[in-house]
């Protein structure tokens, strides 16, 4: 399984982003695709979960009506971004887990990861 995250960029307050995860390798018929992200300083958090099937989602409170995950039928995984926000500066980084939602928000849960793409949003 190798993933690569892209899409990531200098932005400013209250503009939108949408990056990008690119799955390859064996072939993916369920399990979980997550976003997380991780600041200077601080832990990888959650940010937003999508079943590979695409039906169902689940996000971090402090992105919910501005994020929205999404999935097409190539493996391509995506997070639309709107009304950034400076604390929204982190390291971004996707995530596949074998199973369901129900274990979406921890990152231990996920094996896989890809490489960061850096979103900056200035003030």
């Known amino acids: 399984v190798q993933l690569q995250a892209s899409g990531g960029g200098l932005v400013q307050a209250g503009d939108s982003l949408r990056i990008s995860c690119a799955a390859s390798?064996?072939?993916?018929?369920?399990?979980?695709m997550g976003w997380f992200r991780q600041a200077p300083g601080k832990e990888r958090e959650f940010v937003a979960a999508i079943t590979w099937s695409g039906r169902s989602s689940v996000y971090h409170a402090s992105v919910k009506g501005r994020f929205t995950i999404s999935r097409d039928n190539d493996k391509n995984t995506f997070l639309q971004m709107n009304n950034l926000k400076p604390e929204d500066t982190a390291l971004y980084f996707c995530a596949y887990r074998e199973g369901t939602l129900n274990y979406g928000k921890d990152k231990d849960r996920y094996p896989w990861w890809g490489r960061g793409t850096q979103v900056t949003v200035s003030s």
């Open positions: 390798g064996p072939y993916f018929s369920s399990g979980v």
